[in-house]
């Protein structure tokens, strides 16, 4: 579905963007990838790997909505990765956050209704389910925006969705790359929040696939949250680094213990399918029911039991030390 048609990644210069752009020129033959994004350096870099004809990189911020609105003429599909996402960062920089993440969303909803895109996908968070920091509180904000979105542009373009997914192995500023800098130091020991945490486990490549597939399956306004499995921090310290000593060191501002991808309160909209759930929309849209049970690939689920919740700690799937050994083999190759 992405042959002949251009493509806009805001954030595109990060982790996701990259896999996403590679992804993309590897299985189709895109009319334009536009990168949008504020680092120029970051451009340049990109720039000399990915340099195929249909490839367009363009300054801008999310924040600037006149800048969107005239970047985004022409653009088919819409991919909203940019976003600030250190969560203590966030808690002592919260207007900058908000800045970004929800006045930025609010900027890409606008752009997208302006210039009739087919369709937006916007990345969320596991953060984003019952937020207790101030990153998850904008994610989740971000999220309702871009589902109400749906309403404001009516019965026409654009189709508005969000995927929300947990930790990325690998990506940026995340857990792994952190421990492997300080083993390649030497460090005597790796610092661990707390002993009883676990987390969502996702691939990159995972991630962009996720992403692909949801173009097709989206009807509009629904969360598509795919089922991965989990791992204890413990076990990727010990499948990183087995010979060294692990120090509890605390949870961090604002971070939690374990992640939720579907909250209880939200049991009576979610649906589960053979390799993903979707939560509904709560509001209802004008001209359409708010059946989910359904996609657009006519792929079926089914409603969850009532008080059902998707919480890294109870998911049934978690990897073993070395299958988390071998998962970050394969996801950093």
Not at 35 to 43: A, F, G
Not at 111 to 138: R, W
């Amino acid at each position: 579905m992405f042959d002949n048609k251009s493509i806009f990644i805001t954030g595109g210069t990060g982790s996701f963007g990259r896999k996403y752009t590679k992804t993309l020129l590897e299985r189709y033959k895109p009319k334009k990838i536009i990168i949008y994004s504020r680092d120029e350096l970051k451009q340049f870099e990109m720039q000399q790997e990915f340099n195929a004809p249909c490839m367009r990189y363009m300054i801008g911020d999310v924040r600037d909505q006149e800048r969107l609105v005239r970047a985004m003429r022409g653009v088919d599909y819409v991919i909203h990765a940019a976003a600030l996402k250190q969560v203590p960062a966030a808690e002592y920089n919260p207007m900058e956050c908000i800045k970004t993440n929800i006045n930025g969303a609010e900027n890409v909803i606008h752009a997208a209704i302006e210039n009739k895109v087919e369709k937006v996908i916007a990345l969320s968070t596991d953060k984003a389910a019952n937020p207790v920091n101030l990153y998850g509180a904008t994610k989740l904000a971000s999220d309702k925006l871009f589902v109400a979105a749906n309403n404001i542009s009516g019965g026409s373009k654009p189709r508005f969705s969000v995927v929300r997914y947990g930790n990325v192995v690998g990506s940026r500023g995340s857990v792994v790359p952190f421990f492997q800098q300080l083993c390649e130091k030497g460090n005597d020991h790796l610092p661990i929040t707390h002993k009883d945490m676990t987390r969502f486990w996702i691939s990159l490549q995972q991630g962009v696939d996720f992403v692909l597939k949801n173009f097709e399956r989206m009807l509009g306004g629904e969360i598509f949250v795919p089922k991965i499995p989990s791992i204890r921090i413990v076990d990727l310290a010990q499948a990183m680094a087995p010979d060294l000593s692990q120090k509890e060191v605390g949870i961090r501002p604002g971070e939690k213990l374990h992640e939720m991808m579907c909250p209880g309160d939200m049991s009576y909209h979610t649906y589960e399918f053979p390799d993903h759930f979707v939560i509904a929309p709560a509001i209802k849209f004008f001209n359409r029911t708010n059946d989910f049970s359904s996609n657009a690939l006519n792929e079926k689920g089914a409603l969850v039991a009532p008080g059902f919740e998707y919480v890294s700690d109870k998911n049934p799937h978690f990897l073993t030390v070395e299958q988390i050994r071998s998962f970050n083999l394969e996801a950093m190759s």
